[in-house]
C-alpha cells in the first residue's frame, strides 16, 4: 500500500528547526534550550480569557477603543507567554483598555472572564 507521500498526497517535513504551527488559530512559542517559563494557574487562566477575547473582538465594530484594547490583548498575551506572567502594570493598561471599550466588552462572555481574571490576579 502506497503511503500518502508516494501518491503525492499530504504533508512532509523534513526538517524544522525552531517552532511553528500548521492551522487557523494556533500560537507557538518557542524558549531557547527548552526552558520554558512557569506561569501560576491564574495568569494561565487570564491567558486563555485574553485569546478568546481577542478572538471574539474580530467580530466588533472597530473603533479606537477597540483598537486600543486590541493591543492591549496582544501585549497581554506576549508577556504572559515570553515572561510567565503579565506584570502589574500591563494588567493596569489591560483593565483600563477594557473599561474604555466596555460598551462591546460587556456583550461578550470573553469580557467578563477576562475581567474576572484580572480580579483574581489585581484584586478588585
Known sequence: ?????????????????????????????????GAVPAR????????????????????????????????ELAETEADIADTGAAAPGRLTRLRTALADAGAV?????SGAAVTQALTTLAGG
Not at 500518502?4 to 524558549?31: K, L, P
Not at 466588552?105 to 462572555?109: D, H, I, S, Y
Open 40 to 71: 501560576d494557574p491564574a495568569q494561565e487562566e487570564l491567558l486563555r480569557a485574553v485569546r478568546a477575547l481577542h478572538d471574539d473582538l474580530s467580530r466588533a465594530v472597530e473603533s479606537p477603543q477597540i483598537t486600543a484594547l486590541r493591543g
Open 105 to 109: 466588552v460587556g456583550l461578550l462572555a
Open 1 to 33: 500500500m502506497a503511503t500518502a507521500d508516494e501518491r503525492g498526497n499530504g504533508i512532509h517535513i523534513g526538517s524544522v528547526r525552531g517552532a511553528f504551527a500548521i492551522g487557523d488559530h494556533n500560537t507557538v512559542t518557542h524558549h531557547e534550550g
